[in-house]
């Protein structure tokens, strides 16, 4: 891999990221892993890689790591082209989904293994493995060992070690996926705050919607190796650019309709769909869609549908409901939070909803 010329990096990074990445690309033979990926990060900013298994994201981080060479693209960090670069001189702290902790060496010696590798002085090391313990909150437990701690405090200490040789950038593959989802959602709040405390640039590979969307400054939806949209959990939730973004970040429903003159039907419905012509695909997620037995009076400025109930689900916060309606089954959710009871199966009910809360795609 060839680096760039100084003058070149700075012409491809001027007023971008502390973190940029440029035509990265990674080809084995025939397949290509990830495909011209294009994306800044700023200094002190925590992005996700978001996508299902095999769509790049563990890839992309590797390549930034320098674990995996890229075919072609470049590496830049606070405007130094780091592609080629050995990943022991890449000032870059890695978390790895195994832990992998020496499970010979008690956990002060875990942590303050990298800076032995640094020739860090023995005294200073110590101290700072300490100091990082303390920041995961397992100051008490330096002189045990990996197999007598949980894995929620493995994982603490897989963080600590990557933090305590102060990088530059932190990446997370996959950290929380071996916890369970009590300790998941403890460790994620974690290393938020330590994230956000210590102002540290990071990149969170994950393939949990959740885990992107609540802890996350903006998150990078990939698919098939290419980056399908960047933005804020807000913006990537509320305005998803593509079918594939709406349908893998959050739950959806897909109508099979057909647009003409700006115009789409599906289910009976009339949509806008400006700009879309032939087959499209509208979708709705199910918490949008209120659900009311019986028939409710026209409303002009809601979408509605009348259906009959055929699967009822309680799953504790949320009453789960498939409906019928309009040649299609339809998924509403409904709270919980008055005590409601289900509707039984075949229960006449109206479906409704604002036409803001619709999205219509060209279909695949």
Known sequence: MIRAEPKEIQRMVQGHGFLSLRGLTRRYDHFTAVDDL?????????????????CGKTTSLRMIAG?????SGHIVVDGKDLTGVPPYRRDMGLVFQSYALFPHMDILKNVAFGLDMRKVPKKVALERAREAIAMVRLSGREHHRPAQLSGGQQQRVALARA????????????????????????????????????????????????????????????????LE??????????HPRT??????????????GRASGGI????????????????????VRPHRIG?????????????????????????GDILEYEVAAGGTVIKTEASTRGGEALLA????????????????????
């Open 38 to 54: 294009n994306l800044d990060v700023a200094r002190g900013e925590l992005i996700a890689f978001l996508g299902p298994s095999g």
């Open 67 to 71: 674990l995996v060479p890229s075919t």
């Open 163 to 226: 933090l305590v040789v102060r990088p530059s950038i932190l990446l997370l593959d996959e950290p929380l996926s071996n916890l369970d989802a009590q300790l998941r959602d403890e460790m994620r709040t974690e290393i938020r705050d330590i994230q956000k405390r210590l102002g540290i640039t990071a990149i969170f590979v994950t393939h949990d919607q959740m885990e992107a969307l609540t802890i996350c400054d903006k998150v990078a939806v990939m698919n098939h190796g290419r």
């Open 229 to 238: 949209q960047l933005g804020t959990p807000h913006e990537i939730y509320e």
């Open 243 to 256: 079918a594939f973004v709406a349908g893998f970040v959050g739950r959806i429903n897909r109508l099979a």
């Open 264 to 283: 789409a039907q599906a289910a009976g419905i009339t949509f806008s769909a400006p700009g879309f012509e032939g087959e499209v695909e509208v979708m």
């Open 291 to 315: 659900l009311q037995a019986g028939s409710a009076p026209a409303d002009s400025s809601l979408h509605q549908l009348a259906g009959t109930v055929v699967r009822a689900t309680f799953a």
């Open 345 to 364: 199966p075949g229960t006449p009910v109206t479906l409704s909803w604002r036409p803001r809360d619709t999205f219509v795609y060209a279909a695949s």
